[in-house]
């Protein structure tokens, strides 16, 4: 069970980014668009893609675990009980892939990466309290 549903969430994820990766369009239609986007001074935007995937799929990761957690620690009832030890494992796909899909929102790579690498920091802090009896 578990290892297929992460197959099937890492093929999404792999489907998901296949649109940027060009693969879907036809040459001459790829370079089309390329003269319209450096036509119209956007093409400076394309190579950042790379970076915001790159660090959406590991700071996004850490973020997704720390926030279950958190969910863990802080929740209600005992982690011991299957059904919510089951949960806690579970939640983290859908908040990582959340965040992955999210990352395409920011223009500048710098607030994304200051955004995800603070939350990070953040929530990593609140787990330490709560592992240390908060």
Do not use: H
Not at 15 to 28: A, E, I, Q, T, Y
Not at 78 to 100: C, E, G, H, N
Not at 112 to 130: C, K, Q
Request: a positive charge.
């Amino acid at each position: 069970m578990s290892a297929s549903f992460t197959l099937l969430s890492t093929t999404m994820l792999a489907l998901g980014l296949l649109p940027f990766s060009g693969v879907l369009d036809k040459p001459g239609k790829v370079l089309a668009k390329k003269k319209k986007r450096i036509q119209k001074g956007l093409e400076g935007y394309k190579p950042q893609w790379w970076v915001k995937s790159l660090c959406a799929v590991f700071f996004g990761l850490s973020i997704a675990i720390a926030i279950s957690g958190l969910i863990a620690l802080w929740g209600p009832g005992d982690v011991a009980v299957d059904d919510r030890s089951q949960f806690v494992m579970w939640i983290i796909t859908p908040i990582w892939l959340t965040l992955v899909s999210l990352v395409y929102l920011f223009i500048n790579v710098r607030r994304m990466l200051s955004l995800y690498l603070g939350l990070n920091l953040v929530l990593f802090t609140l787990l330490w309290i709560a592992r240390s009896g908060g």
